[in-house]
């Protein structure tokens, strides 16, 4: 299950990632004391829970709180691997992109260059299909 937490600001967002049997376990809990998921999922959250004296209950929100932390802990593990690599790869489809703006200007040249010259034609058919791709015209799949 994921869960996303949305703050105030326009771009402050978590999203979480429940395994099922933590789910599973979240929703009997809420049910065996009256609560809904979702006001479960807060308690946790904000830290909100009343102290019990029963240490079975007291182990279970530990243990369900470490869970929690563990998971928020690996969450921005994952967000700062994450995000480097979203730039590399959003400049590395600019370069491609102006590569092959590039290669299709110096495919044009060549078609005039034989063509003054009386050389016969090439076929620049594979390339073409290149270019396209790495300019965002060609259609999925090519």
Not at 75 to 103: C, H, R, V
Not at 118 to 131: A, Q
Request: hydrophobic share 35%.
């Amino acid at each position: 299950m994921r869960i996303v937490i949305k703050g105030e600001g326009r771009w402050k967002k978590i999203s979480l990632e429940l395994p099922p049997e933590l789910e599973e376990t979240l929703r009997s809990l809420a049910e065996e004391y009256g609560f809904t998921f979702e006001e479960t999922l807060k308690i946790l959250l904000k830290g909100d829970f009343l102290d019990t004296e029963e240490d079975v209950n007291r182990e279970t929100l530990q243990l369900l709180l470490e869970r929690a932390l563990a998971l928020e802990k690996q969450l921005y593990e994952l967000e700062g691997k994450w995000s480097p690599l979203k730039f590399k790869t959003y400049y590395l489809a600019m370069d491609n992109q102006n590569l092959a703006i590039q290669l299709a200007a110096m495919i044009a040249q060549n078609k005039r260059l034989r063509e003054k010259a009386g050389l016969p034609s090439r076929d620049y058919g594979e390339i073409e299909k290149k270019i396209h791709y790495y300019l965002n015209f060609g259609k999925k799949g090519e």
